[in-house]
């Protein structure tokens, strides 16, 4: 049973667009969300979080929204660039006391064209 | 601050082995998690060690298994391979624990079950 879902394998987008980058959950009970970037040989790092009390959270170039009635995230990158290639993880957690531990998506990957 | 070390980084064995993994948390921090990257299934969460104690655990069968040092340092050990156990293997460390958003993973060990 998947809990967290990224059902695009794989997305390019032209550099200086827009890439939007979608995961949908089914346990709600999750209330904290991450995303996290991977460069090949390389490990996963950790790119923006959202709590649940939020619906929306800004860092830079990336933002991800949150709709708890969808049970569904996204992570938007503007504008993309060559660097933003690469797999993104979207992952959730629920509370403490509460199966505490992390769930990853399967990811997608990013490709940014020229 | 040095990041989380793996070693080894690659791995070659053969069906019925064990196999020991290694990871070297940052400097400070207590809580080590432990994840499987297959490209069908993504990052599946094996276990967290806090403080030398087993804190959560994932889906695996009991061939998977994992201890913490005192030094933080933390060693999964893997006994009769299955070829399914072809993996790239990731640590990932944190102060706290893996709600942590600074969730600090290293380079992964990739293990290949021949």
């Known amino acids: 049973d998947q809990q967290v879902k990224q059902n695009s394998p794989s997305l390019s987008v032209q550099e200086g667009r827009i890439s939007i980058l979608n995961c949908d959950y089914t346990?709600?009970?999750?209330?904290?969300f991450l995303w996290y970037k991977k460069y090949p040989a390389e490990g996963p790092t950790f790119l923006i979080s959202?709590?649940?009390?939020?619906d929306k959270n800004e860092d830079g170039r990336f933002t991800v929204f949150l709709n708890k009635s969808a049970k569904h995230l996204s992570l938007h990158i503007v504008p993309s660039q060559p660097g933003d290639s690469a797999v993104y993880f979207c992952a959730a957690s629920a509370p403490l006391n509460r199966d505490d531990k992390i769930i990853f998506g399967k990811g997608t990957r990013l490709h940014i064209l020229p | 601050k040095a990041g989380v070390t793996q070693t080894p980084r690659y791995l070659i064995k053969t069906r019925g082995q064990q196999v020991t993994l290694s990871c070297s948390p940052i400097?400070?921090?207590?809580?080590v998690s432990w994840y499987q990257q297959t490209p069908g299934q993504g990052l599946q969460f094996l276990f967290e060690y806090f403080s030398e104690t087993q804190r959560n655990k994932g889906n695996f069968p009991g061939r998977f298994s994992g201890r913490q040092f005192s030094n933080s340092r933390s060693e999964m050990n893997v006994s009769t391979l299955e070829l399914g156990d072809s993996a790239l293997y990731l640590c990932?460390?944190?102060?706290?624990?893996?709600?942590?958003?600074?969730?600090?993973f290293g380079p992964g060990t990739r293990l290949l079950v021949l």
């Open positions: 346990n709600s009970m999750f209330d904290y």
């Open positions: 990932a460390s944190s102060p706290q624990g893996h709600r942590d958003p600074s969730l600090y």
């Open positions: 400097s400070g921090h207590r809580s």
């Open positions: 959202i709590s649940s009390i939020k």
